[in-house]
């Protein structure tokens, strides 16, 4: 497994579910702690996100069959 799918499998929804726990974090009543830590989680989150976003995904390896089928028909 490559560090681009381990990032688009991993990182890049983890950054996502980071973001998003903050804001609910900031929005709850219960506890002090998770409030008090909730900008930062958003913060860290949209950070982690954008630099997770910057990296490419793999490239899709290229189907040559298909040049090869039209070239055995006498297609060019």
Do not use: Y
């Amino acid at each position: 497994m490559s560090f681009r799918s381990l990032n688009q499998r991993v990182l890049a929804p983890l950054a996502q579910s980071v973001m998003i726990f903050g804001i609910i974090s900031l929005c709850q009543p219960w506890s002090l702690f998770l409030h008090k830590f909730g900008v930062t989680m958003t913060l860290f989150g949209l950070i982690a996100f954008m630099i997770t976003s910057k990296i490419a995904p793999d490239a899709a390896p290229e189907d040559d069959e298909d040049d090869n089928d039209q070239n055995d028909r006498g297609v060019v």
